[in-house]
């Protein structure tokens, strides 16, 4: 297996010199061309690094172990491609080893939350997000995983983002992701309930699935901004008519599917045009 740490400049010899200590070998380190670098180690077997990458993790480092050839690396390589919507913005792992210097508005993501952009729910989202942000929005992600969603609309020109979950380990990740790419100062991440957040807010996305949804249906109505929108995923297509009952009064203005998924997007009590 080999370690890949990915760091930023400032801290490439210290992470150089920390794997050297733990014993790995082969030590090298290389510039992806966006500030990122990634540090690379082999060790001698598959237990090694598990403790290797625990270690490191624990010490606040982005740490992986990856195969080193064959078909386990050929699926690695594909699982770690990052994954561009229509030439806008691009989201990757912040250890990937593919190339990333020439993605245009890249999102890099660290350990821990769900939501990479892979998932439909999530890529359909991110679509509505590329057709309807116009710039200096204020976002609320609701169930924001990674922050996956606010971090593309931030990239995509929004003003300000407020991401909620209900798991910690969530904020957490959305916390340290907002800190990576650099948009901390814009971003709040919390498990307050939503009853605790103030809005209004111009986006709301929620991919947080239909029982979810129906539950927070009230404070989602209330948190949108007159001329807003909210883009709700995570329910089948059949329970699309379902999951826009409950918001009602507001008013569906478009819906995607990708197989078993489907998306919609609703608008504020003011905002009734479709597109
Ligand atoms: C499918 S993931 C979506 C993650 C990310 N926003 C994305 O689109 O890839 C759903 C997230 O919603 C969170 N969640 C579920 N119910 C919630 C609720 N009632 N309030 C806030 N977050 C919730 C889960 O903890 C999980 O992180």
Redesign the pocket.
């Known amino acids: 297996m080999t370690i890949v740490v990915a760091a930023p400049a400032a801290d490439v010899d210290g992470v150089v010199t920390r794997l050297r200590t733990l014993g790995a070998d082969g030590v090298n380190a290389s510039s992806t061309g966006t500030g990122r670098w990634l540090v690379r180690a082999t060790t001698p077997d598959e237990a090694t690094d598990e403790l290797l990458v625990q270690r490191l993790r624990a010490e606040g480092l982005i740490a992986v172990a990856r195969p080193n050839a064959g078909v386990r690396l050929d699926a690695w390589m594909e699982h770690t491609r990052p994954r561009v919507f229509a030439g806008r913005v691009s989201v990757c792992f912040a250890w990937t080893e593919h190339d990333r210097a020439n993605l245009a508005g890249l999102v890099e993501l660290g350990l821990g939350?769900?939501?990479n952009g892979e998932?439909p729910?999530?890529a359909m989202?991110i679509d509505e997000l590329l057709d309807r942000v116009a710039g200096g929005e204020r976002v609320l992600?609701?169930?924001?995983?990674?922050g996956?969603?606010g971090l593309c609309a931030l990239r995509l020109g929004a003003g300000e983002l407020v991401a909620?979950?209900?798991?910690p380990d969530?904020v957490e990740a959305t916390r340290r992701n907002a800190l990576l790419n650099r948009v901390d100062a814009v971003t709040m991440a919390t498990t307050a309930p939503?009853g605790e957040i103030d809005g209004p807010f111009d986006v709301i996305?929620a991919?947080?699935?239909r029982g979810?949804l129906v539950?927070?249906a009230p404070e989602l109505r209330r948190l949108l901004a007159p001329e807003g929108w909210l883009g709700v995923?995570?329910f089948s297509p059949v329970q699309r008519e379902q999951v826009a009952d409950f918001l009602r009064p507001l008013a569906t203005m478009g819906h995607r599917s990708v197989g078993d998924w489907s998306a919609a997007v609703l608008s504020g009590p003011v905002r009734r045009r479709s597109r």
């Not at 992600?141 to 990674?146: A, Y």
């Not at 909620?164 to 798991?167: P, W």
Request: charged share 15%; aromatic share 4%; hydrophobic share 45%.
């Open positions: 939350g769900f939501g998932h729910t999530t989202l992600d609701v169930g924001c995983g990674s996956v969603l909620v979950d209900v798991k969530a939503l996305v991919n947080i699935g979810a539950e927070l995923s995570g």
